[in-house]
């Protein structure tokens, strides 16, 4: 079993919150997972600087946030390395409404498809059917602007694109990264119906 436990959404929310920023930390971690899938691996002081240039601070305000900024780094790669699936997107729990959920799984795919904007493999089509499929269902998502009733079968909804979501950066990152352990699912079949 994978040792996998990503700070949590509140905790990081919390660290931006420290540094002055009022920004999301999803579409931060859209980014460093969208990075991650098309091979690029950065170190922890490109992915602080990275970090601090997202808040708009010219530095951390201490060393618990550069731990924390580290565990996301290190848990997000061991995540979506996990044969068991257990990769989780960094985005509000259910501590919060379906609406600001809903805005966070928005910005998530934000952040996740503009650092595969600029990559190569993903500009020249080499991926597989299925994934361009699911990258442009990824865009739809994003794309997504009325408010959601809080309901069961809204609730129900917003799992199942969430679970899409996931999904599909896992298998993105194990297409795209084919040394590191495979992730053996199927993400055919569209969320958005």
Same mark, same amino acid.
């Given at each position: 079993?994978?040792?996998?436990?990503?700070?949590?959404?509140?905790?990081?929310?919390?660290?931006?919150?420290?540094?002055?920023?009022?920004?999301?930390?999803? /579409? +931060?971690?859209?980014? #460093?997972?969208?990075?991650?899938?098309?091979?690029?691996? @950065?170190? *922890?002081?490109?992915? !602080? =600087?990275?970090?601090?240039?997202?808040?708009?601070?010219?530095?951390?305000?201490?060393?618990?946030?550069?731990? /924390? +900024?580290?565990?996301? #780094?290190?848990?997000?790669?061991?995540?979506?390395?996990? @044969?068991? *699936?257990?990769?989780? !997107? =960094?985005?509000?729990?259910?501590?919060?409404?379906?609406?600001?959920?809903?805005?966070?799984?928005?910005?998530?795919?934000?952040?996740?498809?503009?650092?595969?904007?600029?990559?190569?493999?993903?500009?020249?089509?080499?991926?597989?059917?299925? =994934?361009?499929?699911?990258?442009?269902?990824?865009?739809?998502?994003?794309?997504?602007?009325?408010?959601?009733?809080?309901?069961?079968?809204?609730?129900?909804?917003?799992?199942?694109?969430?679970?899409?979501?996931?999904?599909?950066?896992?298998? =993105?990152?194990?297409?795209?990264?084919?040394?590191?352990?495979?992730?053996?699912?199927?993400?055919?079949?569209?969320?958005?119906?």
């Amino acid at each position: 079993m994978t040792d996998y436990q990503q700070p949590s959404f509140a905790i990081i929310s919390d660290l931006f919150l420290r540094n002055g920023c009022l920004h999301s930390p999803a /579409e +931060l971690h859209g980014d #460093l997972c969208g990075q991650l899938c098309a091979g690029r691996h @950065p170190d *922890l002081d490109a992915w !602080l =600087l990275q970090s601090a240039q997202f808040m708009e601070v010219d530095a951390l305000d201490g060393p618990d946030s550069k731990v /924390e +900024l580290a565990e996301v #780094l290190e848990q997000t790669e061991i995540g979506l390395q996990d @044969p068991e *699936l257990g990769f989780d !997107l =960094l985005i509000a729990d259910e501590d919060y409404s379906l609406n600001e959920r809903m805005q966070t799984l928005l910005e998530w795919c934000e952040g996740f498809l503009s650092a595969l904007a600029d990559n190569q493999q993903f500009k020249d089509g080499s991926l597989s059917d299925e =994934l361009k499929e699911a990258i442009q269902d990824l865009e739809q998502i994003a794309d997504i602007g009325e408010a959601l009733e809080d309901d069961e079968q809204n609730e129900q909804d917003f799992f199942a694109v969430s679970e899409y979501v996931r999904m599909t950066a896992m298998m =993105l990152y194990t297409e795209c990264n084919p040394t590191q352990p495979q992730v053996d699912t199927d993400v055919s079949g569209s969320a958005l119906q």
